[in-house]
Antibody, heavy 119, light 107 residues
Framework: EVQLVESGGGLIQPGGSLRLSCAAS????????MSWVRQTPGKGLEWISY????????YYADSAKGRFTISRDNARNSLYLQMNSLRDDDTGLYYC????????????WGQGTLVTVSS | DIQMTQSPSSLSASIGDRVTITCRAS??????LSWYRQKPGKAPELLIY???RLQIGVPSRFSGGGSGTDFTLTISSLQPEDFATYYC?????????FGQGTKVEVK
């Protein structure tokens, strides 16, 4: 059974940093790309970043460029999102999702980790 | 960037009703359109990909159609677990963009 478990969320002040993690199990992690998707009250579901199976292709949404860094460790079956210079509008529930293909993205999702940016 | 516009933003329906949700892209996105259902308090789940292909395990009451810029999700006979929010997604080149969602509520 495919499982994705996010962690690392919490309450952080504006300008601060957080590192989110996603632990994958139940499939061969290194065979699939991965994405981070967030859900915020203001913008609904928003794709944040994608990383290919061997990390050679990385994409970011404009809202994440220059502030967030996606990475993965295939030996540890783990995906990461380093978030710097956090703003109030980064508040939301952050999901990792298996990115099966361009035609069938996000075929499995974790349950999300909550990030709250507030002073 | 390509924008995705869903309609309606919400609708009220009863068990057994046929429900159709529409998603319009601001440019041709080929077959790179998928649909997700999000039950309250849960993560989204993939229902349909490549416009009309049913994800494994998804009931056959769900179907997708359309082409180019206009797409539909149809639920042929609404079931209790279908009262949820539905999102379309375009995956043709980054950024991947979701529609704003359609909430299906009990009439």
């Amino acid at each position: 059974e495919v499982q994705l478990v996010e962690s690392g969320g919490g309450l952080i002040q504006p300008g601060g940093s957080l590192r989110l993690s996603c632990a994958a199990s139940g499939y061969t992690f290194s065979d699939f790309g991965m994405s981070w998707v967030r859900q915020t009250p203001g913008k609904g579901l928003e794709w944040i970043s994608y990383i290919s199976l061997n990390s050679d292709v990385i994409y970011y949404a404009d809202s994440a460029k220059g502030r967030f860094t996606i990475s993965r460790d295939n030996a540890r079956n783990s995906l990461y999102l380093q978030m710097n210079s956090l703003r109030d509008d980064d508040t939301g529930l952050y999901y990792c999702a298996r990115d099966y293909s361009t035609s069938a993205p996000f075929d499995f999702w974790g349950q999300g980790t909550l990030v709250t940016v507030s002073s | 960037d390509i924008q995705m516009t869903q309609s309606p933003s919400s609708l009220s329906a009863s068990i057994g009703d046929r429900v159709t949700i529409t998603c319009r892209a601001s440019q041709d996105i080929g077959r790179f359109l998928s649909w997700y259902r999000q039950k309250p308090g849960k993560a989204p789940e993939l229902l349909i990909y490549a416009i009309s292909r049913l994800q494994i395990g998804v009931p056959s009451r769900f179907s997708g159609g359309g082409s180019g810029t206009d797409f539909t999700l149809t639920i042929s006979s609404l079931q209790p677990e279908d009262f949820a929010t539905y999102y379309c997604l375009k995956s043709y080149s980054p950024p991947r963009t979701f529609g704003q969602g359609t909430k299906v509520e009990v009439k």
